[in-house]
């Protein structure tokens, strides 16, 4: 996930619970294509990690700006190694956030049905 701190969560039978995450972030003017490349690297690269389920980016259908990241890891340690130990996580903090004008949220969700 692109900078926010992570969270554990586990089921009611107190087994780890897969973690599900939807982040939104919002290109400065001008620096979409340079954010859609960014973020298409990072995708590519996290759905390649292990306890990856789901990592995917969407652009907003009406605002070319918007830039949705859905995310799903098979457990809170998956996705904090993910956050915090990747490279490729490490490199966009260093370079790529320079196009970020905003996060407009980060959630972590929990399945209800």
């Known amino acids: ?5 992570t969270r554990a969560g586990q089921q009611g039978n ?3 619970a897969n973690v599900h995450i939807l982040a ?3 290109s400065k003017p001008g620096k979409e294509e340079d954010l ?4 298409t690297t990072i995708c590519n690269a996290s759905s390649r990690e292990d306890g990856n389920i789901r990592y995917e980016l969407h652009e907003d259908a009406n605002d070319q700006r918007r830039f949705v990241i859905i995310e799903q890891w098979n457990d809170a340690a998956a996705q904090e190694k ?3 130990q990747s490279n490729h996580i490490r490199l966009f903090h ?3 956030d320079r ?3 905003r996060r407009e949220i980060v959630c972590f969700l ?4």
């Open 14 to 16: 107190g087994t780890m």
């Open 36 to 39: 859609r490349r960014d973020l």
């Open 82 to 84: 993910h956050h915090n």
């Open 110 to 113: 929990k399945p209800v049905a």
């Open 94 to 96: 260093d370079n790529g």
């Open 1 to 5: 996930m692109i900078g926010i701190a």
């Open 99 to 101: 196009n970020v004008e």
């Open 24 to 26: 939104i972030l919002y």
